[in-house]
């Protein structure tokens, strides 16, 4: 028999899969017919309303649902000419501009005392913020 509960007033059946290294546990409702969910989820014959990982690192859950007519936001117009004002350079040109920017830039923040660090100073510097954040890490997705 298909386990079912009551999620939010919602009836919901459970589904299960694993996916990228999870095990994941999802609760659909087949009174909503629609195959969507959250993240990568979807498929399943209903909405789904909850997906939980099995470790229970992660918890997606459907908290609230607005109808379309009630969204607020504000409409804007596209303008074509916002996309074909262009000006014509050369590759030199455009190389030679992007460089004083830069400078610019740079100079500005040297003279507000920050330390401009370019190069390999760099990339070991980048190395090793990569390596001090995998401690923290804990992807969503385990494997390709």
Known sequence: MDETKVINTVNCKKAEVTFKGRNWIAWYSPEIPLSYGPYKFSGLPGLII?????????????????????????????????YTEAIETTQAKLKE????????????LASQGTTIIKGQEMARQRTKEKEENRKYENPLELSN
């Open 50 to 82: 909850k997906i939980t990982d099995d470790k229970g690192e992660f918890d997606f859950e459907l908290v609230k649902s607005i109808p379309t007519a009630k969204l607020k936001g504000k409409l804007i117009t596209v303008k074509k000419s916002r």
């Open 97 to 108: 501009t992007l460089k004083n920017a830069e400078a610019n830039a740079t100079a500005v």
